[in-house]
C-alpha cells in the first residue's frame, strides 16, 4: 500500500540523469519523476514532480543532467529513496 507524505515538511533531492548516447536517444517531452521511501513499513510517495531546469535543454543525447528539487520528505530520518517512477508528456 502506498500513501503519499502527509509530512508537509520539504526536503531537497539532487536527481541526475544521464541520457544514452545511442541513436534517437533523448527526448523533448516533459519529464515527471515520483520517490519512493518507506516509513514504519509503510511506502510513502514524495508525489510527482517535473524535471525540469529552465533555460536548458535537458534530456538531450550524452548528456547528464542535474536537478535540485524541494519535494515531500520521505519522512524515514534518511529519506533514503527505495524506488522512483518516471514518466514523460505525450506530445
Known sequence: MYSTS???ELDIYTITVYTS???YAGTDNDVFMELIGEFRGQ???TGEFLLDESGRDDFERNQTDVF???ASSLGNGTDEC???ALR???V
Do not use: A, G, Y
Open 6 to 8: 502527509e509530512n508537509l
Open 21 to 23: 548516447d545511442r541513436l
Open 43 to 45: 511506502k510513502i510517495r
Open 68 to 70: 535540485r528539487v524541494p
Open 82 to 84: 527505495l524506488e522512483f
Open 88 to 90: 514523460h508528456s505525450v
